[in-house]
Structure formats: C-alpha cells, structure tokens
C-alpha cells in the first residue's frame, strides 16, 4: 500500500488504509469456516464435579494438562480479560469517531460498542 500523501493524524492514517482493511476483512469473512468450540470436547471423558450434580471435588491430578501450560492459560486469561477492560472501541482510537465508515462499522459490529 502506498500512501497518497503523509497522514497527519491518526484519523488520516486509518482512513488511509481503510480499503485495503476494508477488502481483506471481506476476503477473511468469505473464506472462514465456522466451527463450535462444543464439538471438540470429548464429552465421554467427562467427569460430573463437586455442585449441583453431587460429583466429586476437582483435584489437579483430574488434569492431563501440564503445568506449564495451565499457567500460560492463566496468564493469557488475565493478559486478554486487562486488554478487554482497557480498550475501547477500535473505531474510537485516539479521539477519533470513525464508525461512520465501513471498517469502523464492522469493527463496532464484532465489539458490540455504541
């Protein structure tokens, strides 16, 4: 992509490469596939735990994942839930309202931002 003139501010850059977004969204969208995460889960290793269905206390050894990746999961949880919780909505960076064009459409569209 090659720049019409130099951007001024952060509105004119994002204008700027709305087309190019705007296209490869659209290619992304017509290509992707949609799955469940549901229909992965091996449903018969399932084990009925400690609450309402009377099971029996989860212990860590009821786990076949390592602890080193229990960890990562941990911290990619938290590292996601802080920049959920910090962000606003991509089509309002840096002051600027662009959800008046077609990405900043769809990406309030995909965040559920006003």
Known sequence: MTL???PTSTKDLLMEQE??????LDRHLSVAKEWFP???VPWSRG???DGPTGGEAW???HST?????????VVNLLAVTADRSASACPAQLADTSL???AVG??????VLCD
């Open 47 to 49: 084990l009925d735990f």
């Open 65 to 73: 994942v390592s602890p080193a990746a229990r960890e990562a999961l």
């Open 99 to 101: 959800s008046d064009t």
């Open 59 to 61: 212990a860590s050894e």
């Open 4 to 6: 019409t003139s130099e």
């Open 19 to 24: 087309p190019v977004v705007a296209t490869e």
């Open 105 to 110: 459409q769809r990406c309030c569209d995909a």
């Open 38 to 40: 549901h229909q992965y």
